[in-house]
């Protein structure tokens, strides 16, 4: 099975900040999908952005970008100007384009935003 | 109108109790699921169902059933409560099996006492 790994399990960013979110991943398929979902406590998850492997160009969503680096099985999240309905745990997750519909989550970064 | 909904959003109930969770999804999509989300926020996928028929069961006890009347639903009911069960059960649903983007539900919180 693939494993997603978020190594940061805390983040904090001053409101206004820039933080990056790390995320790593292990698979020997060539074509897959990478998202980032956020839970806030409210515990709903909703997506935030997501990633075709297949596209070299990072993806972008307003405020949120990835740093998607394919080789290196590396895929970050960066939230600009960082506001306070920011915080909130954040999952990595991955999906075979090929072999199923299951998503392969990390263990999420929890993140605070510092007013 | 809420894209996915769970009943109920919180269930507390005594050890071998049996208990039901419910999933309705008014997206039009094809694939529904049920993931288990543990004290330590790990999220991890348990059923899948395509068309009302079963496409992934996970390494999940037989106490947990799943029932899919119709495409739009996706029911959890789960016999004789452990304490090990005490967790947030998700409900997703996507527009068919092979399509990337899951929405979920707002989440169950089960506590077995």
């Keep these: ?115 | 109108d809420t894209a996915v909904s769970q009943t109920p959003k919180y269930l507390v109930t005594q050890m071998g109790n049996d208990k039901s969770i419910k999933c309705e999804q008014n997206l039009g999509h094809d694939t529904m699921y049920w993931y288990k989300q543990d004290s330590k926020k790990f999220l991890k996928i348990m059923f899948s169902y395509n068309n009302k028929e079963l496409i992934i069961n996970e390494t999940v006890p037989n106490r947990f059933s799943p029932k899919s009347p119709d495409k739009a639903h996706l029911n959890l009911h789960i016999n004789s409560l452990e304490l090990g069960d005490s967790a947030v059960y998700f409900c997703a649903s996507s527009q068919g099996w092979n399509t990337d983007t899951q929405y979920f539900g707002p989440g169950t919180r089960l506590t077995v006492l």
Excluded at chain 1, 56 to 83: M, P
Excluded at chain 1, 94 to 112: C, E, K, P, V, W
């Design chain 1, 1 to 115: 099975a693939q494993t997603v790994t978020q190594s940061q399990p805390e983040m904090s960013v001053q409101e206004a900040e820039t933080v990056t979110l790390s995320c790593t991943y292990d698979t020997s398929e060539s074509d897959y999908y990478l998202f980032w979902y956020k839970q806030p406590p409210s515990r709903q998850m909703i997506l935030v952005i997501r990633q075709e492997a297949y596209k070299q160009q990072n993806a972008t969503e307003n405020r949120f970008s990835v740093n998607f680096q394919k080789a290196a099985k590396s895929f970050s999240l960066k939230i600009s100007d960082s506001q306070l309905g920011d915080a909130a745990m954040y999952f990595c997750a991955y999906r075979s384009a090929n072999t199923g519909n299951q998503f392969y989550f990390g263990t999420g970064t929890s993140l605070t935003v510092i007013p």
